[in-house]
């Protein structure tokens, strides 16, 4: 998986190279230190910071927002949402593009990156979502059974990853998302658009347009339903 220099980082952000690092040494992004003290930024990690730092209409939501807009355009009820919030939301819905909607509700959650020893026995116990369930989407992408891709259904993603013997990886392909859902979802996988959105949200570029193609598609099923 790719990762970019610190210099790198910060000529794509238009920061200055210290920005860039402290960024990747607090953890706001993703990355590893190499034992010469450079820092490295997973490409992923950049990915989803672009996202969930734009502002004009594609800016964020909190994370109870955001889940019940992906909900709403997966066809499901967001009961946990006040009427009020729940019409601000079909209006976003109304005016956003896909890419404005994935980079609106890419702060919900977090993604973490490990190396699992057993990717089946590893992603067992959690929600699927992203490339591991892309073929729910109708848009030419298979489940990936190599890797983990899914959210925690309870506690910390940290527990979670050592009992299931991964290891934390920046640059690996197996990836843990924090669940801030505002209920307890039981399902073995990810509402669509949860899905789509998680893909737009990545850095391969056939998934993200996988994703972004799910997202229209959804909104444009949503719009006729409304």
């Not at 190279?17 to 993703?30: C, E, F, N, Q």
């Not at 909900?71 to 009427?83: K, R």
């Not at 005016?95 to 993604?111: F, K, L, Y």
Request: hydrophobic residues 40%.
């Amino acid at each position: 998986m790719a990762e970019l220099t610190t210099s790198e980082l910060a000529a794509r952000l238009e920061i200055s190279r210290r920005h860039a690092t402290d960024l990747v040494a607090s953890g706001s992004i993703g990355g590893r230190r190499l034992s010469s003290g450079v820092w490295l930024a997973h490409s992923d990690a950049v990915v989803r910071y672009e996202a969930s730092a734009r502002r004009g209409k594609g800016r964020t939501m909190d994370p109870a927002t955001a889940w019940g807009l992906l909900w709403e355009l997966s066809g499901l009820g967001a009961t946990w949402l006040q009427p009020s919030t729940r019409s601000r939301v079909r209006g976003r819905i109304r005016e956003m593009t896909p890419d404005e909607i994935a980079r609106a509700v890419a702060g919900r959650t977090r993604a973490y990156s490990f190396t699992a020893a057993n990717p089946a026995k590893a992603a067992a116990g959690l929600i699927a979502t992203g490339r591991a369930a892309g073929s729910a989407l109708n848009v030419g992408l298979m489940d990936d059974a190599r890797r983990v891709c899914g959210y925690t259904r309870q506690g910390s993603v940290e527990d979670y990853a050592r009992k299931s013997f991964m290891v934390v990886s920046p640059s690996g392909g197996d990836t843990i998302y924090a669940n801030t859902l505002p209920f307890d979802y039981d399902g073995d996988v990810m509402p669509v658009a949860v899905i789509a959105a998680d893909l737009a949200a990545g850095s391969d570029t056939r998934e993200r347009s996988g994703g972004l193609r799910a997202l229209a598609d959804l909104r444009q099923e949503w719009q006729a339903r409304h």
